[in-house]
């Protein structure tokens, strides 16, 4: 794997709808700019070798640091591919969407649902939204939720860039009825 750079942005919201927010809810989200592993390759059958050979250590690298950045425990989560304008989008998908990836999330967290995703190809600086969704109950509504996300210099053409997003609580202020109670 051809790191070239690693960001992480912090949010934290202290105010929302005219009323405190206490404790703050923090937003984490870890970026990592990796060289594409298929570019320059043309079309590409078989993805495997290059997901057997950067996936899970992608996993191993972002998932820690979404955890301490957060600073306490996981409630939601997602994931993000961005994949630069020479690639694919199932280049991007490749990487995220195996267990030796997301695994490495699940288990820091323990948790057990599927961690929601976009996935997207753009130029440097494409902005991205991440959906998160509650880290063992996904129809949690209180924590579905997105974040805007951005690097400013990446993916540059024959890059990716992999990103983890989470959260300690649901949305601030939220007051919408358990999905439960609705009725069909």
Partial sequence: MELRKITTTVDEIFSEGGRSVEPAKRVVVVAAV???PWAGQGFVEDLAPGIEATASDLGA??????????????EAYGKAAIVGT????????????????????RDAADASTLLPAV?????????????LK?????????????????VADAPHPDEILIALGGTGTGRPQQRLADLSTETK
Wanted: neutral net charge; aromatic residues 6%; proline residues 6%.
């Fill in 34 to 36: 990796i060289r594409n």
């Fill in 134 to 150: 509650h880290f063992t109950d996904a129809t949690i509504r209180s924590h579905h939720q997105t974040v805007e996300c951005r």
């Fill in 61 to 74: 690298l972002l998932a820690p640091r979404v955890m301490e950045a957060l600073g306490v425990p996981l």
């Fill in 119 to 131: 996935e997207r190809r753009g130029v440097s600086g494409t902005p991205f939204d991440m959906p």
């Fill in 86 to 105: 020479n690639g694919e989008i199932e280049h991007g998908s490749a990487l995220i969407h195996t267990l030796k990836f997301g695994n490495h999330f």
